[in-house]
């Protein structure tokens, strides 16, 4: 099998995916990993974050925003809930949310905008 890491994009991705979910979070996550899981950790980090992330054509908040559309979309609450928070460190504000969270309940039903609306409150810190 080919060896496809990347160290530069990898390293590049690592800093990003710091900057966004928080050192501790990423280094925990990280740490976690074993033979198993640790080459898709490693891939993850590259391509999403080094990769898709690594560019300046779009900013991170805005990054951040398209992120908690497209989780909310597929109902990936887990890690909506990550993003979210990633989101506030971007800058994304709470009424930013909560105006994504209304197109999620517009687009892809009541429901889902619900379970959205729960995790940011979490997320948040909203009784």
């Not at 530069?8 to 966004?20: P, V």
């Not at 909310?72 to 105006?99: P, S, Y």
């Amino acid at each position: 099998m080919a060896d496809l890491f990347n160290e530069d994009l990898f390293l590049k991705g690592l800093e990003q995916r710091k900057a966004t979910l928080g050192a501790e979070y990423v280094e925990k996550n990280l740490a976690a990993a074993d033979d198993f899981t640790r080459p898709f950790q490693e891939a993850m980090t590259a391509w999403c974050w080094g990769f898709g992330w690594g560019d300046e054509v779009i900013d991170a908040k805005t990054r951040s925003m398209m992120n908690l559309s497209m989780l909310g979309a597929l109902g990936k609450m887990h890690e909506w809930e990550i993003h979210c928070r990633g989101a506030v460190t971007n800058g994304v504000t709470e009424q930013e949310i909560r105006a994504i969270i209304h197109v999620i309940g517009i687009y892809c039903g009541v429901p889902q905008a619900l379970e959205c609306f729960r995790a940011a409150k979490k997320v948040l810190e909203l009784p």
